[in-house]
């Protein structure tokens, strides 16, 4: 895996006032959005401010990821166009039906970073996977794409896609479509080796139930989360990054691990359990992810 995602922060494109905002935030991503965030009017605008912002605005250790337009739009193409002359670190694709349309987005940024001169594979792909009801279906073949570094999903436009008139039950969890997809998100993501990203909680007024979720994504595999407001940040980073116990015990166990195979065993008993590879897997993912996390 490469670059560790914890906080993938939205900042609604061209406005400049939450850019320099989200500048000071602890965000390790920042998308600037092209798509829906911004009125079909707003658009070309929109595209020439974001592209000023890639040349001009030094975003310290925030990597810089362009959320463009559908290519089944009159703008997607000319977003990825006009932002490779200074390229970002990446794009979000939103709205991705089939391996045809990763393939489609590749073949247009491979024309551009010949075309510029700049080292071919570079920019990354992350995709949102499950926005349409053809792309829950092919989920797993969308992160095969070497360019691919992360999968994300999205629950609000699967709604609009299938017709649901809600993506949750009173008690705020999931109804099943919305849990499968999920699900089938983060699997497809291990699959492929490519980062799981969690999708935005949009009752931004609501701390207590972004905090559930998001720790709810950690424990089962995902390893970030998408942002919407600067209030967010905070807590899905803290969400996403080992508790001081958790990395003890981790180390715990791994010295334990070593002290049972000098005497010959693989599997043997930590704090009451059995213990054999899974877990020493799961300790050292915890480590490194501590490791990565020591960032800000
Ligand atoms: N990034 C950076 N700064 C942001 C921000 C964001 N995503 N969202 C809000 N802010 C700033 C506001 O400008 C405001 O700044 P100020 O204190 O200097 O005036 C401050 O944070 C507090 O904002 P608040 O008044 O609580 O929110 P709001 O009513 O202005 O905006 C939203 C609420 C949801 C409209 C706004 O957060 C937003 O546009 N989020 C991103 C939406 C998006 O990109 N959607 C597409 C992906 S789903
Ligand atoms: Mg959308």
């Known amino acids: 895996m490469t670059r560790v ?7 609604p494109g061209g406005i400049e006032k939450m850019l320099s905002k989200a500048l000071t935030l602890p965000a390790d991503t920042l998308i600037l959005d092209l798509e829906d965030a911004v009125l079909p009017e707003n658009k070309d605008a929109t595209r020439e401010v974001v592209a000023g912002w890639l040349r001009d605005v030094d975003f310290g250790r925030q990597e810089r990821v362009v959320r463009m337009n559908p290519l089944d739009t009159e703008w997607g193409r000319r977003d990825l166009e006009r932002t490779m002359v200074d390229p970002p670190d990446g794009y979000l694709v939103p709205k991705v039906n089939s391996a045809a349309d990763v393939a489609e987005v590749d073949r247009i940024v491979s024309a551009a970073e010949r075309e510029h001169g700049h080292p071919e594979g570079q920019v990354k792909l992350l995709l949102l996977g499950t926005e349409t009801p053809q792309g829950l279906l092919s989920i797993g073949e969308l992160p095969q794409h070497p360019r691919v570094d992360a999968l994300s999903w999205g629950a609000e436009d699967l709604s609009a896609g299938i017709g649901a008139k809600r993506n949750r039950d009173d008690a705020g969890h999931y109804l099943p479509v919305f849990a499968h997809a999920r699900t089938m998100t983060l699997v497809s993501a291990c ?9 935005v909680y949009i009752d931004f007024n609501n701390p207590d139930g972004l905090r559930r979720e998001a720790l709810e994504s950690a424990a089962m595999g995902y390893t970030g989360k998408i942002t919407i407001h600067p209030s967010q940040i905070e807590i899905v980073n803290e969400a996403f990054t080992p ?9 715990e166990l791994l010295e334990a691990y070593e002290q049972s195979r000098a005497e010959g065993r693989g599997a043997f008993t930590f ?3 059995m213990v054999d590879v899974p877990h020493i897997t799961r300790a050292r993912r915890i480590l490194e992810q501590a490791q ?5």
């Open 5 to 11: 995602r914890r906080a993938a922060h939205f900042v």
């Open 191 to 199: 699959a492929a080796g490519v980062q799981p990203l969690d999708t």
């Open 243 to 251: 508790s001081p116990e958790e990395v003890e015990e981790s180390r």
């Open 271 to 273: 704090r009451g359990q």
């Open 292 to 296: 990565h996390s020591d960032t800000s």
